[in-house]
C-alpha cells in the first residue's frame, strides 16, 4: 500500500509542478458536439465527443464521450466511468454495451436506445485510458510499451482538469467515479489522486464524492482462489480438480500472465483440467448466457438483416456489431475520433498498449480503506454470475475492510428489490456497501440493465437500497 500512495503523491507533486492547476480553456466545447450519429434515435440530450491532450510534447491525447443527463441536466451530478481490461474500451464496453444511451443493433450500422442508460439519473462521462485503448494514442509510440496504475492515473488527472476546463459548469457538481472489472484498480487510484491533489493545493478543484465498482479486481490471490470456488459450486468442474487445485496451488504465488508462475507442475496441470472441463462453449463472465457464433453474425452483416440471436434478455452478438459499427468511416466522423488516421482498426481490448502485468498484483483494499477515511461513498457490486472475479472473493475483501476499519454494520445482509422481484443481496457498513445484482455477470448493466440503474441510482443519492417490493 505504501509503494502505491507514493506514486500517488509523486503524481500529484509532478502535475502542480507542471502547472497544471485547472485554469485556462481548450475551447468551445460546442466543437466536440455530436450532432449526426449515423442510425441514432432522436434524444432529448446532448452529446459529446473528442480528444483531450494529456502531454502536448508526446502528443498523447485521450478520447471520451459525454453524455448530458436525459432531463434536468444543470442540476444532477457527474459520474465517470472507466472499463478495465487492463486495456479495455470505455466507449465500446460501458457506452455502447452496458450503460450509455444506445446500444448498436443487429446490423452494425445503426443504433437502438438503452431505456436503462445511467444518464437517466447522472451526467455520464467515458474515457477511454490509458493511450493505446480504443481511439486515444500518443505520437511517441514507446508510450504503449508498459504502461501501468501510476502513469494511468496521471494521465486520468491531467484529463480531468482540461476537461473541466472545457466545461466548466461541472466543476463544482458532486462528482461520482465508477467503473468494473480492472477498474477495481482504475477508479480508487484516481480517486485517491484526485483526493491528494485537493489537499496539495489547498482548496477542493475536484468534487468526489463516491466510487463505485462492479466485479472489481481488488487482491489477485483472492480473486484467483474464488474463480475456481465458483467454477466448483456450478458444476463446471469436477470434483477431482477442485480437490487437486485446492491441494497444490498457492493463489499467493501465481503471477497471471508473466510466465514466472512460482506454482508446481501439477497446478498447472489441474489448471488446464479446469479449463478442458469447462469447454469452450461457456463464457467465463456470464456462464448461463449462450455464445455468439461469428459466422452466422459475419452472414447477417452482409445482408443487413436484424440478428435476433439473444440469450435471456442479452444480444450475445453484440461485440461484433459494435466492432463493425465503430469502424466505419462515417461513425468516426461524427465522434470526432480517429482524427489522426491511427494505424490499426478501432477494437475493444486489443489496442497496441502493453500494460504492465506486475501491477495487477496490487492490493486494491488499502487503497478503498484510504477512500473511506475521508469520507468518500464507497459501493462495490457484484454480478453473481460472473466466473472471473466472482463475488465470493469480493465479498471476502470488503470484509476484511469492514473488520479491519471496525465499521459497524448499518444494514444487515439480505435481499433487495426492484419493483416486486429479488434485485440481489446487500449489506451496508456505513459508507461502504456491498451488494449483489441477481441474474447480472462480470458486466452487470449489460444483463441486469434496470437493477444496475437502480442501484446507480441509489447510489449516488446515498440511499439505501429497497429491502421489500415496492419500497
Known sequence: MDSVRTKLLLIVALLLLLGIQGKGALGAPEHDLVTNLPGQPAVPF??????????????????????????????????????????????????????????PNG??????????????????????????????????????????????AKD????????????????????????????????????????????????????VKGV??????????IDTASTYDFLWSHGLISDKTYEGLGRSCYWSDYDHGSGNNNVSAECNQFISNSALEMGDHVNPYDIILDVCVPSIVEQEFRLKKRMGHRSIGVDVCMSYERYYYFNLPEVQKALHANTTGLPYPWTNCDGPVQYDINDMRLDIVPVLRDL??????????????DAVVPFLGTRVNVNSLAQELKLRTTASYKAWFLRTQVG???ESFGN???????????????????????????FISGQPLPASPYS
Open 432 to 458: 461502504l456497501t456491498f451488494a449483489t445484482v441477481r441474474g447480472a455477470a462480470h458486466m452487470v448493466p449489460l444483463a441486469q440493465p434496470a437493477r444496475a440503474l437502480l442501484l446507480f441510482q441509489k
Open 212 to 221: 463505485a465498482i462492479g466485479n472489481p479486481a481488488l487482491n489477485l490471490a
Open 156 to 207: 486520468s488527472v491531467t484529463f480531468m482538469l482540461r476537461w473541466f476546463d472545457a466545461f466548466p459548469e461541472y466543476k463544482s457538481r458532486e462528482f461520482y467515479i465508477t467503473g468494473e472489472s480492472y477498474a477495481g484498480h482504475y477508479v480508487p487510484q484516481l480517486a485517491a489522486a484526485l483526493l491528494d491533489y485537493n489537499k496539495a493545493a489547498g482548496h477542493s478543484v475536484f468534487n
Open 107 to 152: 446490423t452494425g450500422r445503426g443504433l437502438v436506445k438503452n431505456s436503462n442508460s445511467w444518464n437517466k439519473a447522472a451526467n455520464i462521462l467515458f474515457l477511454e485510458s490509458p493511450a493505446g485503448v480504443g481511439w486515444s494514442y500518443s505520437n511517441r509510440s514507446e508510450d504503449y510499451s508498459i504502461y501501468n496504475d501510476a502513469k494511468t
Open 46 to 103: 446532448k452529446q459529446y465527443a473528442g480528444y483531450v491532450t494529456v502531454d502536448s510534447h508526446a502528443g498523447r491525447a485521450l478520447f471520451y464521450y459525454f453524455v448530458e443527463a436525459h432531463s434536468h441536466a444543470s442540476s444532477r451530478p457527474l459520474a465517470l466511468w472507466l472499463n478495465g481490461g487492463p486495456g479495455c474500451s470505455s466507449i465500446g464496453g460501458g457506452a455502447f454495451t452496458e450503460l450509455g444511451p444506445f446500444y
Open 424 to 426: 440481489g443481496w446487500a
Open 372 to 385: 473511506l477515511k475521508n469520507g468518500l461513498r464507497v459501493w462495490v457490486f457484484s454480478g453473481d454470475e
